[in-house]
């Protein structure tokens, strides 16, 4: 087997480079049965949603498997490992935690600070509670306020283990995907649906964002946002204005909210 190397001067050899490793709650944990359900475990059950009928029920078992894989993360010798929470997990339906759910991620950050590799902490990773996508999900205005609630309980409950938190991840595909065009959960379509959520969501990060600097502000906080470039086919003044709007409606319909304040004028 070839060894690969970096070049001596590679600014990834520099000892400021984090390397990490990810993981999303749905994709991997498992243990369906001791957590609430969330949207993926109704989309999945849906005919003809996932090609292969796979889901999350027992994933690759992490719940129970989770000491295991620490240690082949350990083994990596990566610096950070970004791993997100179940909302359904660690929260009841009367808005408590659940300390079941809370203590199978407090072991996992406990046993993270044990081996000096830094947690990079998801609070939404997509698998809204089912309870909440009944009552409208991100389309209605509380999910926000329901959210908020949530990152403030678990933000304390977690302590000083957790070096950052993301508030969302990729919320262009909760709103666009799952609200706008409909395949990712919850299914739902219609490009009125895909900007209500998208506000909403966005409403719910900054509400979080307060909960985050309150409880733990030492910690960097922020957001994860995906973009696509956009680049016109030719230099023609149709094809210039229908990148600009695509790189409006995709990128900056989240960007410029978080960092302006304001939504890009194709409002």
């Known amino acids: 087997?070839?060894?690969?190397?970096?070049?001596?001067?590679?600014?990834?050899?520099?000892?400021?480079?984090?390397?990490?490793?990810?993981?999303?709650?749905?994709?991997?944990?498992?243990?369906?049965?001791?957590?609430?359900?969330?949207?993926?475990?109704?989309?999945?059950s849906t005919p003809g949603k996932i090609a292969d009928n796979s889901d999350g029920l027992v994933a690759c078992d992490h719940y129970t498997r989770w000491p295991q894989d620490i240690e082949l993360i350990d083994s990596l010798g990566v610096d950070a490992y970004r791993l997100s929470i179940s909302w359904p997990r660690v929260m009841k339906q009367d808005g408590t935690l659940n300390p079941i759910g809370v203590k199978f991620y407090t072991d996992i950050l406990d046993e993270l600070k044990r081996r000096n590799i830094k947690a990079f902490v998801t609070l939404y990773h997509w698998d809204l509670p089912q309870y909440l996508e009944d009552e409208g999900g991100w389309l209605n205005r509380n999910t926000a306020y329901e959210y908020a609630k949530y990152a403030d309980l678990i933000s304390q409950a977690f302590g000083e283990r957790v070096h950052s938190y993301a508030t969302l991840n990729e919320p262009f595909c909760s709103a666009y995907l799952g609200y706008e065009i409909g395949v990712h959960a919850p299914g739902i379509v219609g490009r009125e649906f895909g900007r209500k959520a998208a506000h909403h969501l966005l409403l719910g990060h900054g509400l979080a964002m307060q909960a985050l600097a309150k409880n733990s502000p030492d910690t960097l906080n922020g957001i994860v946002l995906n973009f696509t470039p956009c680049y016109p086919v030719t230099q023609s003044e149709a094809d210039l204005k229908?990148?600009?709007?695509?790189?409006?409606?995709?990128?900056?319909?989240?960007?410029?909210?978080?960092?302006?304040?304001?939504?890009?004028?194709?409002?």
């Not at 087997?1 to 400021?16: E, F, G, H, I």
């Not at 990148?243 to 004028?265: C, H, L, S």
């Open 242 to 267: 229908a990148t600009a709007f695509a790189d409006d409606y995709i990128n900056q319909w989240y960007m410029r909210p978080v960092m302006e304040g304001k939504y890009p004028d194709i409002i």
């Open 1 to 44: 087997m070839k060894k690969l190397s970096l070049p001596a001067n590679s600014p990834l050899l520099s000892k400021d480079f984090t390397f990490g490793v990810a993981t999303a709650s749905f994709q991997i944990e498992g243990g369906a049965n001791d957590r609430l359900p969330c949207i993926w475990d109704t989309f999945c």
